[in-house]
């Protein structure tokens, strides 16, 4: 199994998570139009910037607040925009009484002093929310001109010799484009169009199945006009009109508001978000097909995600025969520094179980892949 992060992605012009963050806390040219939805144009207007601005405002002042106040605790982390909606999201639930931490309550009583007292917290968070989510869809759309240094991957899923699966915690269209181009036939769970949507269907092969973990920015729950949550479909609306598509029955249909578009955003809090939904199913499906893998490929990811590391050392610890590939320039200090305290632990107690390739992702080749694993298997 391969499993790709946010790192693959860099050297196909996609943003990085600083850029993204950046982004996050500046604001700079987006816009809220009146579908209630974050846009970032290429020439906002004054009239739209006006428009945004009653509730953009209010936005950055809590992400600066929490921002400030984060910054005053013993154990620092680089604040990004996954920590910041993940302390959105709990200032959120526990808010509303979704979540009960009384350890969050002496946080909360200092945002609600640094806010203003004639908003409504509620409306802040849930804007805050959703402007995240919105902002990491708009930077991910664009163009994927520049997917060649995925080679490897294709190379590896055409050789007869192995069986192949791809895991990715990216939201963008980079794999499936590229794979899609070399023509190469794979499984992502959903079905055959019908009037133009592919619909969730959790159905995958027996090699080349195509796992997004954390969703995808083309994932959108769709609602007839006047249907209710029992006809409700996630679904990939192909041209992309997530206002209109048309239901398997011809019904005019529309993407609905809540967690638009179906893409986890977050850090701990992607760890309860796997067992809902569209996401139960792929996360268990990653951790099926894992269970039947000898070899773990992993690029671009920085072990942060504590749900996929429980998955991963659960499996490395089933088989001595068990490796992980690791692409990566400095593999370790990945391992010993930047990685979660679990999977540091593992790499000082299994280190031979760790396999390096000391390189960039554009730089490796499968020959360069299937030659550690041959070797490994010697």
Known sequence: MFLLGSGVSIPGG?????????QVYEGKDIIRHTDGRYYLPDHPGDCEKELTEPYLSPVRFLLQSINNLMSKYEKQEPINY?????????????????LLNMALYPFMDQVKTCMQETLDLTDVFDEAEKY???????MLARPVDKHQHLGFLSEAIKDQNVTINVATLNHDLLIETHITQKKIDFCDGFGSPINGVRYWENRFADRNNLLKVHGSINWFSLMPDNGDWFDEKIGIVLDGDIDHPRSPIGDLMRSTPEKEPQILVGTFNKIY????????????????????SQYLVVSGYSFSDKGVNTAI?????KDRGHKIILIHRDADKLLQT?????????????KSNFVPIRKFIEDTSWNEISAKINHTNA
């Open 273 to 292: 978000e796997y067992t809902e939904s569209i996401f139960s199913d792929i996360y268990c499906e990653f951790r099926t097909l894992l269970s039947r």
């Open 14 to 22: 996609f943003p990085s998570t600083d850029e993204i963050t950046t």
């Open 82 to 98: 996954e920590i910041l909606y993940y302390f959105i999201q709990q200032l959120n639930a526990f808010k509303s009484g979704d």
């Open 313 to 317: 050392l659960e499996w490395l610890y």
């Open 132 to 138: 995240i989510r919105h902002t990491v869809w708009r």
């Open 338 to 350: 930047d990685a979660r305290m679990a999977i540091r632990k593992a790499y000082g107690s299994a």
